[in-house]
C-alpha cells in the first residue's frame, strides 16, 4: 500500500469499535478514539492484543508498520484530517441523530462518516441533517471482511476503495433495507433456533454442532445459492429449486410465529450457554474463535475460495520483502509473523515449519531470478533433492521471521542455497541448507539453466562467494569442535 499515511477516527469503542481501531491501525492508519467509558483504553487495549495476534497470522508477508494510536476527550479534535470516521455507538437513534449530526459538522469534507447499525437505514440516520452511510461489519471486524455498505453511491464508492486497502470485502446493498442483508438471514436463523430451544427439540449446543459441523463451513466457502445448486447435481440449480420448492409451502418454519421473549425464555437460553461455553472466559472464547477462523481462512486461502481470495488479493498488495543492511545485500526472501498455527503441544514453532519457511524462502528466491510461473509454465523449474536444517534457537507465534538466502554453488545444474532465520529481535534461530537441481519437466530429466535465469544465479553466487556461511556442509550429528583424545 502507498501514498500518504491516512487516518480514522474512531467514536465509540466496545467490541465493534475496538475492532475497528484494529483493522485500521494494523494496517498502517492512524487511529484516533473517542470513548467515554473510563474502562476504554483496557477494553480496546485488549482486543487490539487479539488483533495483533490473530491478523497478520493470515498473511505471509508482514503488514504495514502499525499507526500511531490516540485517545481523546474532544470529538472535533479526533475527527481533524480523519479520511474516514466510525460511529460504532448504542444502537438508539436518537444518539445517532446526536453524533452523527456533530460528526457532519465537524469531519472533513472528503471524509467517509460511516455507521456501524446493525439495523437503521441511512434515511433514518441522516432523517436530521447528517451525511452519514451504513458500513456495517462484523465481528471480529479484525479478521472478517465483510462489510455492509448502504447510502449515497459515491460515497459509498469512495468507501469501496479504502476499505478494500485494508483489506475488507465491502458489499453495497442495492436498496436501503431495515438490517441489511446478512443480519436479516441471521436473524431468521436466530428465531427458528429460539423456537427449536423453546419447544425442547435441541439445546443451544446441539444447534450450534448442527452449524459448526455442517452448513457453516460449507457456507464459508460457497454461501447459501452456490451451495444449493451443487445440491440440484448436474441438472443444476433449477432441478434443486424443482425438487425442494415446494418445501415452501410446507409447516416447517415458525419465522412468522415468534416465541414470546419472556424471562423463562432468557433463563433457558442462558442456562444451557452457560452449561455449554461457561468453562471458559470470554477471552479464551475470543482467542479460540480467532485461531479457528484463521485456520479456516488460511484453508481457504490457498484455494482463493471465498474470503480466502479477499487475503489472497489482499496480500498482492503488501511489500514484497526487500534487501536490507544485511552484508552483502543478502536478499530478503521470507518476512512475517508466524501464525498460531504453526506451534507444537511445547508452545514452540514444529520442526516441520521450518522448512515451510524456508521452502517458502526458496519460493521466493527462485521468483527473484527469473525462475517464475512463467518460467516453469515454459517447462523448467528447479526440484529439491536434499537439505539439513539446524534448529538454533525456540521461535513462538507471534513472533516476527526474517529469511534471507545466500546462493553458496549456482554452476551447472545445482542451485545450493544457505537461509538463515532471524526472529525478530534479531536471534539467528535457524539455518536451512538446500541442494537443488534444474529439471526439464517434460522429460523429468536434469538440464541446464539458460538465459537470465543462469545469468542472475551465477551473478549472486559470485556476489556471495567470499561471506561466511558458518553451519553449511554439516552433518546430523557433527560435533562443532574435534574432540581431545585423552593423552
Not at 151 to 160: K, N, P
Not at 223 to 231: D, H, K, N, V
Request: aromatic share 6%; charged share 25%; net charge negative.
Amino acid at each position: 500500500m502507498t501514498g500518504m499515511k491516512k487516518k480514522a477516527a474512531i467514536i465509540g469503542g466496545g467490541v465493534i469499535g475496538g475492532g475497528w481501531a484494529a483493522r485500521f491501525l494494523l494496517n498502517g492508519w492512524d487511529v484516533a478514539i473517542v470513548d467515554p467509558d473510563p474502562q476504554a483504553e483496557r477494553k480496546i487495549g485488549e482486543v487490539l492484543a487479539n488483533a495483533r495476534r490473530a491478523l497478520p497470522a493470515l498473511y505471509d508477508r508482514a503488514l504495514p508498520p502499525e499507526g500511531r494510536l490516540s485517545w481523546h476527550d474532544d470529538m472535533a479534535d479526533a475527527v481533524a484530517d480523519a479520511d474516514w470516521v466510525q460511529e460504532s455507538v448504542p444502537e438508539t437513534l436518537t444518539l445517532k441523530h446526536k453524533v452523527l449530526g456533530r460528526l457532519s459538522a465537524m469531519a472533513p469534507a472528503h471524509a467517509v462518516i460511516g455507521s456501524s447499525t446493525s439495523g437503521f437505514k441511512p434515511s433514518e440516520l441522516n432523517a436530521e441533517g447528517a451525511r452519514a452511510i451504513v458500513a456495517h461489519p462484523f465481528n471480529p471486524v479484525y479478521l472478517l471482511p465483510l462489510i455492509e455498505l448502504v447510502g449515497e453511491a459515491e460515497t459509498c464508492t469512495r468507501a469501496s476503495k479504502l476499505l478494500r486497502d485494508v483489506g475488507c470485502h465491502p458489499l453495497t446493498l442495492r436498496k436501503e433495507i431495515e438490517a441489511h442483508i446478512a443480519d436479516r438471514l441471521l436473524e431468521a436463523v436466530w428465531r427458528e433456533s429460539l423456537w427449536l430451544v423453546k419447544d425442547g427439540i435441541a439445546t443451544t449446543e446441539e444447534i450450534d454442532e448442527a452449524i459448526r459441523m455442517g452448513f457453516g463451513i460449507r457456507w464459508a466457502q460457497m454461501g447459501l445459492f452456490e451451495t444449493y445448486r451443487i445440491a440440484g447435481g448436474e441438472a443444476g440449480m433449477k432441478h434443486f429449486m424443482s425438487q425442494f420448492g415446494p418445501a415452501l409451502s410446507w409447516p416447517w418454519t415458525k419465522l412468522m410465529d415468534v416465541p414470546e421473549f419472556n424471562d423463562e425464555l432468557v433463563d433457558l437460553i442462558a442456562s444451557q450457554s452457560d452449561a455449554q461455553s461457561g468453562h471458559m472466559s470470554i477471552r479464551e472464547l475470543e482467542r479460540l474463535r480467532d485461531d479457528n477462523i484463521v485456520g479456516m481462512l488460511r484453508a481457504l486461502r490457498r484455494t482463493k475460495t471465498g474470503a480466502g481470495g479477499v487475503i489472497t488479493a489482499h496480500e498482492a498488495t503488501l511489500p514484497a520483502p526487500v534487501p536490507g543492511d544485511l552484508p552483502g545485500d543478502l536478499p530478503v526472501t521470507g518476512d512475517r509473523q508466524v501464525p498460531t498455527s504453526w506451534a507444537d503441544y511445547n508452545g514452540h514453532m514444529n520442526d516441520a515449519e521450518y522448512l515451510r519457511a524456508a521452502s517458502d524462502a526458496t519460493d521466493r528466491f527462485m521468483e527473484m531470478i527469473g525462475a517464475d510461473t512463467d518460467y516453469i509454465a515454459s517447462g523448467c523449474s528447479y526440484f529439491t533433492v536434499e537439505t539439513h536444517t539446524r534448529y538454533l534457537a525456540e521461535v513462538h507465534a507471534g513472533d516476527r521471521l526474517r529469511t534471507t538466502t545466500q546462493v553458496i554453488d549456482g554452476t551447472g545444474k545445482r542451485m545450493h542455497l544457505f537461509h538463515r532465520l532471524v526472529r525478530g529481535d534479531g536471534t539467528l534461530a535457524a539455518t536451512v541448507e538446500v541442494m537443488l537441481l534444474h529439471m526439464d519437466l517434460t522429460t523429468r530429466a536434469t538440464c541446464n539453466p539458460e538465459g537470465i535465469v543462469a545469468e542472475r544465479l551465477s551473478r549472486l553466487a559470485a556476489a556471495h562467494a567470499d561471506l561466511p556461511a558458518e553451519g553449511s556442509g554439516r552433518h546430523v550429528g557433527q560435533r562443532s569442535k574435534p574432540a581431545v583424545e585423552p593423552a
